[in-house]
């Protein structure tokens, strides 16, 4: 099976820190996302990786970074956050489907 | 850019019932269409996909999808669904890039 691992489930922030979120897959794929989910507007994209050092912006990546140095790990980064990056934050691997990781809910207060 | 459209936002049903959840894409040329489904405190999902080939793709759980390509539609279905069948569920497309495009989503709620 494959997994995806994020390693925060919950993560509590003031307005202004950086966050980092964690994703680790262990399928060897080379395409890995970040969305963002929130409720009435589905899964948006915030960036993806479809190698190792490149990444490509989604539809909102404003705010937010990546960073992808080894394959198998793909970090989001929101520089100084504020309270509209509330979300539930979900990685992604593909494979002809994408597999999920279990999610980072950001709360900034 | 594609963009998917799902009709309802929540749907209550009583078991027995069957389902049908609609889904619209904007997008002209060749796609690869999925339904993913989330259960409370559950990491989504996959339940069923179309490359190519047969239009109805049969998936888990019972659930089924018929890709309309006139009418640029990839409807799922159920025909009796269960009060396990409670979740979100939602569409999904990808085009030509390696983005899939997220409909808003569908929350079903199946009364026992």
């Known amino acids: 099976d494959v997994k995806v691992t994020q390693s925060s489930r919950y993560l509590v922030k003031r307005t202004g820190e950086k966050v980092f979120l964690e994703c680790v897959q262990d399928?060897?794929?080379?395409?890995m996302f970040w969305y963002r989910q929130d409720p009435g507007l589905g899964l948006r994209l915030i960036y993806f990786s479809y190698d190792v050092k490149m990444k490509e912006k989604g539809d909102i990546p404003e705010g937010y970074s990546v960073s992808r140095e080894k394959k198998e790990r793909f970090s989001l980064i929101l520089e100084s956050a504020s309270t509209n990056q509330t979300s539930m934050y979900l990685c992604?691997?593909?494979?002809?489907?994408?597999?999920f990781g279990e999610g980072s809910r950001l709360t900034v207060l | 850019a594609q963009s998917v459209s799902q009709h309802n936002h929540h749907v209550i049903l009583s078991e027995a019932a069957s389902l049908e959840l609609g889904c619209n894409y904007s997008?002209?040329?060749?796609?690869?269409l999925f339904w993913y489904v989330q259960y409370p405190g559950q990491h989504l999902q996959l339940l069923l996909k179309y490359f190519s080939g047969d239009p109805l793709v049969k998936g888990i759980k019972g659930f089924e999808a018929e890709f309309i390509k006139s009418k640029f539609s990839f409807n799922l279905r159920k025909p009796s669904v269960q009060w396990s069948d409670t979740a979100e569920y939602f569409c999904?497309?990808?085009?030509?890039?390696?983005?899939?495009?997220f409909g808003a989503g569908t929350t079903v709620t199946v009364r026992a």
């Open positions: 997008y002209g040329g060749t796609v690869n």
């Open positions: 992604a691997t593909s494979a002809g489907e994408l597999f």
């Open positions: 399928m060897d794929h080379e395409n």
């Open positions: 999904a497309v990808n085009a030509d890039d390696y983005k899939l495009s």
